[in-house]
């Protein structure tokens, strides 16, 4: 089993950058598929950015895609989310999840096994 904490949420002003950090515990990141979720409001967990074990293949919404960029040091057992230019609708809870690997990149949340407790980001206008 594997443990996950989210850091690096914030207040930032849209056209603003954030990174997102998700350290695990317990079990090997390296032994996962990974994923960045968030949750704004009244509004259903969506599927942002996704990455595979090695870390070769990454999968973005389209809502962010040009603007985010997934990345993981398994040597540091972490997962990050580099977010760039961005915009009040980005504001939300981040989570990341991860998954035994899989020969496609999830993005229901439901597939998801391990999740963390989230970092809030907020986007001023």
């Known amino acids: 089993q594997v443990q996950l904490v989210e850091s690096g949420g914030g207040l930032v002003q849209a056209g603003g950058s954030l990174r997102l950090s998700c350290a695990a515990s317990?079990?090997?990141?390296?032994?996962?598929?990974m994923g960045w979720f968030r949750q704004a409001p009244g509004k259903e967990r969506e599927f942002v950015a996704g990455?595979?074990?090695?870390?070769?293949?990454?999968y973005y919404a389209d809502s962010v895609k040009g603007r985010f960029t997934i990345s993981r040091d398994n040597a540091k057992n972490t997962v990050y989310l580099q977010m760039n230019s961005l915009k009040p609708e980005d504001t939300a809870v981040y989570y990341c999840?991860?998954?035994?690997?899989?020969?496609?990149?999830?993005?229901?949340?439901?597939?998801?096994?391990?999740w963390g407790q989230g970092t809030q980001v907020s986007v001023s206008s």
């Open positions: 999840a991860a998954v035994a690997p899989q020969h496609y990149i999830p993005i229901i949340a439901g597939e998801y096994d391990y």
């Open positions: 317990g079990r090997t990141l390296s032994s996962y598929t």
């Open positions: 990455i595979s074990q090695s870390g070769g293949r990454t």
